[in-house]
């Protein structure tokens, strides 16, 4: 069975500008969720998305937003990009309380 | 709201000898546990969990973790590394019930000599 799948790959980008990222969850997966990685940390919750509903926001700016779609992929939404934003990030979907993680979007903001 | 510490940033160890990475977590009730391991640019994967029963939990790859309530430990070992679990290895706590959303650790990168 396919696992979680993102992209793209890799992005670079300017500050100021929007960037979108794209997440399929394991088939069966209802769940979502986002997190943001700098070099050297752990993982950060940014979102959860169950069955198109926002479950769940982590400690994240407005610049930030996600969607789910009916056939639950999700997008991650960020507006007005800073160097700050430069990170891996991930996605997992979860099912019976267990996160199952994607490869990650590696974003660079110039 | 739950914690994680890992103390170790860095563990360096020679080939064939035993590993043991250590977390400790901080919630009021007995927690979900996982133990993560991710390769350079790469994303998360999962290498054994405790949700409840049997404190000795295996996972994959010959990895094995115990919880110690009475510690508030969940540390990972593994009798006899690989060249190839060079790796970070990230120890997560989630609350049962509701989004189980995962709080993790800063992660210990393992340094494996030949």
């Known amino acids: 069975d396919a696992g979680v799948t993102q992209s793209p790959t890799h992005l670079i980008k300017t500050r100021g500008q929007h960037v979108t990222l794209r997440c399929s969850p394991i088939s069966g997966h209802k769940s979502v969720s986002w997190y943001q990685q700098v070099l050297g940390q752990g993982p950060q919750f940014i979102f959860q998305y169950y069955e198109k509903e926002e479950r769940g926001r982590g400690n994240f700016p407005d610049r930030f937003s996600a969607r789910q779609f009916p056939n639950y992929s999700s997008e991650l939404n960020v507006n007005a990009l800073l160097l700050g934003d430069s990170a891996l990030y991930l996605c997992?979907?979860?099912?019976?309380?267990?996160?199952?993680f994607g490869p990650g979007t590696r974003l660079t903001v110039l | 709201a739950q914690s994680v510490t890992q103390p170790d940033i860095h563990i360096t160890v020679s080939e064939g000898a035993s590993l043991e990475l250590r977390c400790n977590y901080s919630?009021?009730?007995?927690?979900?546990l996982f133990w993560y391991v991710q390769s350079p640019g790469q994303g998360l994967q999962l290498l054994l969990k405790y949700f409840s029963g049997d404190t000795l939990v295996q996972g994959i790859k010959g990895f094995e973790a115990e919880f110690k309530r009475s510690q508030s430990s969940f540390n990972l070992r593994k009798p006899s590394v690989h060249w190839s679990d060079a790796a970070e290895y990230f120890c997560a706590v989630g609350a049962p019930g509701g989004s189980y959303i995962p709080t993790f650790g800063r992660g210990t990168s393992l340094i494996v000599h030949p």
């Open positions: 997992a979907s979860s099912s019976q309380g267990t996160q199952y």
């Open positions: 919630y009021g009730a007995t927690p979900y």
